[in-house]
């Protein structure tokens, strides 16, 4: 029995060990396949400033975030930021929060 359980241990030894060898070699040799790096650009003109509503007093009121709580992005690269609220009426930065 004991013969048995030593015998499974090291049949499940040599196995991680040959896959981690195997699959090391092919994700090096998938990363070199091209030789290739991605290329990143910075785009000057995003994120484009909140728009200002105007308000009933014909004000235009600036928006206040708050803490960011989730961002995502879907297919068509729109950007969703999902925010939790402040506290209303309180100021910060000379900006009326809750409006």
Same mark, same amino acid.
């Given at each position: 029995?004991?013969?048995?359980?030593?015998?499974?241990?090291?049949?499940?030894?040599?196995?991680?060990?040959? %896959?981690?060898?195997?699959?090391?070699?092919?994700?090096?040799?998938?990363?070199?396949?091209?030789?290739? *790096?991605?290329? %990143?650009? $910075? #785009?000057?003109?995003?994120?484009?400033?909140?728009?200002?509503?105007?308000?009933?007093?014909?004000?235009?009121?600036?928006?206040? *975030?708050?803490?960011?709580?989730?961002?995502?992005? #879907?297919?068509?690269?729109?950007?969703?930021? %999902? =925010?939790?609220?402040?506290?209303?009426?309180?100021?910060?930065?000379? $900006?009326? *929060?809750? =409006?």
């Amino acid at each position: 029995m004991k013969t048995m359980k030593y015998a499974c241990i090291g049949g499940v030894a040599i196995a991680a060990i040959a %896959f981690a060898i195997v699959g090391e070699k092919s994700l090096a040799d998938s990363s070199s396949s091209d030789g290739r *790096q991605p290329v %990143f650009a $910075v #785009d000057a003109s995003w994120p484009l400033p909140l728009p200002a509503p105007v308000g009933d007093d014909g004000k235009a009121h600036t928006w206040v *975030q708050g803490e960011v709580a989730g961002n995502c992005i #879907d297919q068509r690269d729109n950007v969703y930021t %999902f =925010n939790r609220g402040w506290e209303v009426g309180v100021t910060v930065n000379g $900006v009326l *929060q809750g =409006n």
